[in-house]
């Protein structure tokens, strides 16, 4: 699974990055989209790269997303009651559920988007990609970016 979160806004943003950004479900600065990996997102997030930062999630980063973020309709909170409902011990389980493919956020009702707070401590610059020092495109030390997001 790959973790897609948008840094960059829409000032002067050419259309079919916009739409691209659209497909991806992540319409503002600061939100979060967890994404199959496959040769389509890949392509989507190839596209954007230069507006989001995007990494590989583990387990235990997705069961903190699901915890803290995690959205049901009507923008309820997700609930260990509803974990219980749906089969679920804990946000551990749902969250090795979820990357091993054997069921999707969409189907058990969860919003597939987390939007998050802004870095503490701030970010390091949105105009540089992660290996000149910035925080765009790939990095292996999403997590980091996603706790200090929280």
């Given amino acids: 699974m790959f973790a897609v979160v948008r840094l960059r806004g829409e000032v002067n943003l050419r259309p079919e990055i916009k739409d691209t950004l659209a497909m991806l479900h992540i319409h503002r600065v600061n939100h979060c989209a967890v994404v199959k990996e496959d040769p389509h997102f890949r392509g989507m997030i190839q596209k954007v790269k230069d507006y989001v930062a995007w990494g590989e999630v583990d387990d235990d980063t997705l069961a903190l997303l699901l915890e803290r973020r995690g ?3 009507k923008n309820r909170r997700l609930t260990d009651v509803f974990l219980k409902e749906k089969g679920y011990g804990s946000f551990k389980e749902l969250a090795a559920a979820v990357s091993s493919g054997s069921t999707n956020l969409k189907d058990l009702g969860i919003k597939p988007i987390f939007r ?7 970010l390091r610059t949105t105009k540089k990609t992660a290996k000149q020092g910035g925080d ?3 990095r292996q030390d ?3 970016l996603i706790k200090k997001m929280r």
Avoid: C, I, T, V
């Avoid at 998050?116 to 701030?122: D, N, Q, S, Y």
């Fill in 71 to 73: 959205r049901l309709s």
């Fill in 116 to 122: 998050l707070h802004p870095a503490r401590k701030g």
């Fill in 136 to 138: 765009l495109g790939f």
């Fill in 142 to 144: 999403l997590a980091d």
